[in-house]
């Protein structure tokens, strides 16, 4: 699966948007991103995942460049329970779901 | 519809102790996974099953973790002896499929080995 490369942490003020980069220059034709989040003393939770369209769901919105190599996490209208680890996988659809790979996420804060 | 259930949600034992953490995965998932997390980082998948049977289990350190999934519903994950580095965050979880992409966790256990 292709690396993943996120920046470590980023601040965000509630009721603006939040938007979290992910570069994935090596990501195959067949691969899929994926996007988890982590509250603290959770575990991860799936949020949303695209191959080349725009994709849009109660949670957030992710949009992926035309050339596949970066994307962008949305979350419209931040507020504090969004303070979280996000995640952003890259992965071939359609095989074994844990071959998955964990980085160190993004650390986003929301803050008041 | 309930979650991936964990217990304990802590643990501390001594070095060369040996623990146990305990999962039951949503009702129906036929797929379930143990992941590793140390502290800032992201999980490291450990050994995954599929039904009873284990699909992969390269990172698992075998000389002291083992885990068992005997009915194919609930699962344990052992550790004997345990090390200090094994102090670290253990998360369960599950998805209906081998190839689904949503991965449903539980609240993991703490494991604090002194």
């Known amino acids: 699966d292709a690396k993943t490369t996120q920046p470590t942490s980023m601040d965000c003020a509630e009721g603006r948007a939040a938007n979290l980069p992910c570069n994935h220059s090596t990501i195959s034709g067949n691969e899929y991103v994926y996007w988890y989040r982590q509250i603290h003393s959770q575990g991860p939770q799936y949020i949303i995942h695209g191959l080349k369209n725009n994709e849009t769901n109660e949670m957030a919105s992710l949009i992926i460049t035309e050339d596949r190599k970066s994307s962008t996490l949305i979350l419209p209208h931040a507020t504090l329970r969004d303070t979280a680890v996000y995640y952003c996988?890259?992965?071939?659809?359609?095989?074994?779901?844990?071959?998955?790979?964990f980085g160190d996420g993004t650390t986003l804060t929301v803050k008041p | 519809e309930a979650g991936v259930a964990q217990s304990p949600r802590y643990k501390i034992i001594e070095k060369r102790q040996s623990v146990a953490f305990w999962c039951n995965p949503i009702?129906?998932?036929?797929?379930l996974y143990w992941y590793q997390q140390i502290l800032g980082q992201g999980p490291k998948l450990l050994i995954q099953?599929?039904?009873?049977?284990?699909?992969?289990d390269s990172q698992l350190p075998k000389d002291r973790f083992s885990a068992e999934r005997l009915k194919g519903v609930d699962s344990t994950l052992k550790i004997q002896p345990a090390k200090l580095e094994d102090s670290a965050v253990y998360l369960c979880?599950?998805?209906?499929?081998?190839?689904?992409?949503?991965?449903?966790f539980g609240s993991g256990t703490q494991l604090s080995v002194l």
């Open positions: 099953f599929q039904n009873n049977g284990v699909v992969d």
């Open positions: 996988i890259v992965r071939v659809a359609n095989t074994n779901a844990g071959k998955s790979t």
């Open positions: 979880a599950s998805s209906d499929h081998l190839v689904n992409e949503k991965l449903f």
């Open positions: 009702s129906g998932h036929a797929t």
